[in-house]
């Protein structure tokens, strides 16, 4: 794109004149080479780095982003830290980076939700209706293969009936989000996490999913094409006319086939896991995990296609109270993760907040470190006021194990100061009224 082009009106990607892959909103997305106005900012890093084994944003654009009409950063592989007051969007960054890999961020947002809408808050937390601009998040990514280009967005089917997922990488559009496991791969804590050994099970079995499509790409799409399928089904049952026996059939295969997948994957990748989480990093608590289900005990006591005919046999037998209860009462979707602090001898639930939130950050520290032996490259680590819960011995090991693993990590805050062990190791920026400046 030249400078002057101008904005296009079509919510596509394109390359600037250096080969950076951009996803174009309603109103344009300035490149490189594009003039700023008082609606863009620019952040440009210097030379501080990180070992080159590790998965890095080097240069982050959003567009129409919740807060942010225009933000670009360029950060290098370095670490950053994101400093400024409450709502001023802070997470948003963080979101940001979360939408180039598979699923719905790290908000679990539903799809328009990060539109920009105008006079909204400073954190830029619309009601998510759709009203807003079209949102685009783009990103040149420094991997241990060179840099790659990712691109994500809102879009509209091609009927225009309904609002979609755009994806590209490299320039190509992709027709599964799953495809951004490939390249990219990221890992996150943020404040509602605090609660993750308190709420429901569902918060947890996606904390394991991301965990294994961390070290198994192929994972974000058997647990998609799982969900697709028990969405599906449920949505047959419970129509109006009778459901059509062959498609439930096809739709249960595809459950059983996939489900079984699913729940292998958990249990493989938990029992390597607690190997690294018995021997945390300095003051990090030791921790215990297992997945608790029925599937994965159907396949820890038999062979992997039994538990295929038993899922599905058990699928086709339970329709009818399906039909009326809506979703399935069988299937890995009803799995649960079980953790516990080994020095204590106690569940993760029973422990304090501060005990719980230093039992995830060494559940993540030590995926990352598999990760880094399995596939060469550390993943990429979203940590949202992290500081918070964190004693001075924690906070000081929490910042020399990122160091050690080279991993770039994206850290909030309100007090700089709490970061000061990362001065020399990471990229500072204030961020306020929609802006970014190095600090």
């Not at 592989?77 to 948003?92: D, E, M």
């Not at 729940?263 to 608590?285: E, K, M, S, W």
């Not at 039992?359 to 399995?374: F, S």
């Amino acid at each position: 794109m030249r400078a002057g082009a101008g904005r296009t009106q079509i919510h596509d990607y394109q390359h600037d004149d250096q080969g950076e892959t951009v996803l174009t909103g309603a109103l344009g997305l300035a490149t490189a080479s594009r003039p700023l106005g008082d609606e863009a900012e620019v952040v440009k890093a210097g030379a501080v780095g990180t070992p080159a084994r590790a998965l890095s944003v080097d240069r982050l654009t959003l567009t129409d982003f919740r807060s942010y009409t225009h933000l670009r950063l360029d950060c290098g592989p370095a670490s950053v830290v994101l400093n400024g007051a409450n709502g001023v969007g802070k997470t948003n960054i963080l979101e940001a980076i979360s939408f180039l890999a598979p699923g719905r961020g790290l908000r679990g947002a539903r799809l328009a939700a990060p539109s920009r809408h105008d006079g909204g808050d400073g954190d830029g937390n619309g009601d998510g209706n759709g009203d807003g601009r079209p949102w685009a998040v783009a990103a040149r990514i420094n991997t241990p293969d060179g840099y790659r280009d990712l691109g994500s967005g809102l879009g509209a089917s091609a009927d225009g009936n309904r609002q979609k997922r755009l994806v590209r990488i490299d320039g190509e559009a992709v027709s599964s989000q799953a495809a951004l496991a490939e390249v990219f791969s990221v890992q996150w804590l943020t404040p509602a996490m605090d609660r993750l050994f308190l709420d429901g099970a569902t918060a947890r079995r996606r904390f394991l999913d991301r965990l294994i499509i961390g070290h198994d790409a192929a994972h974000a799409g058997r647990v998609l094409a799982y969900g697709h399928a028990l969405r599906e089904r449920s949505r047959l049952l419970r129509g109006q006319a009778p459901a059509d026996g062959a498609w439930l059939d096809a739709l249960e295969d595809t459950m059983a086939a996939k489900g079984v997948a699913v729940a292998a994957a958990r249990i493989d990748l938990v029992g390597r896991l607690n190997a690294v989480t018995a021997r945390p990093p300095g003051p990090f608590p030791g921790a215990g995990l297992m997945i608790g289900g029925e599937l994965e005990n159907w396949l820890i006591s038999g062979p992997a296609l039994d538990a295929e005919d038993r899922l599905r046999d058990a699928l086709k037998a339970s329709r009818e109270p399906d039909a009326v209860n809506g979703g399935a009462a069988r299937g890995p979707h009803r799995s649960d993760l079980i953790v516990r602090h080994l020095t204590k001898g106690r569940p993760a639930a029973e422990c304090s907040t501060g005990e719980q939130k230093a039992l995830l950050i060494a559940i993540i520290l030590a995926a990352a470190r598999m990760q880094m032996e399995t596939r060469g490259a550390a993943p990429g680590l979203l940590l949202d006021e992290v500081t918070a819960h964190l004693d001075a011995g924690r906070r000081e090991a929490l910042f020399d194990e990122i160091a050690a693993l080279g991993a770039q990590a994206w850290m909030t805050g309100t007090e700089a100061t709490l970061f000061e062990g990362l001065r020399g190791r990471a990229r500072f920026f204030t961020i306020d009224g929609g802006r970014a400046w190095e600090s």
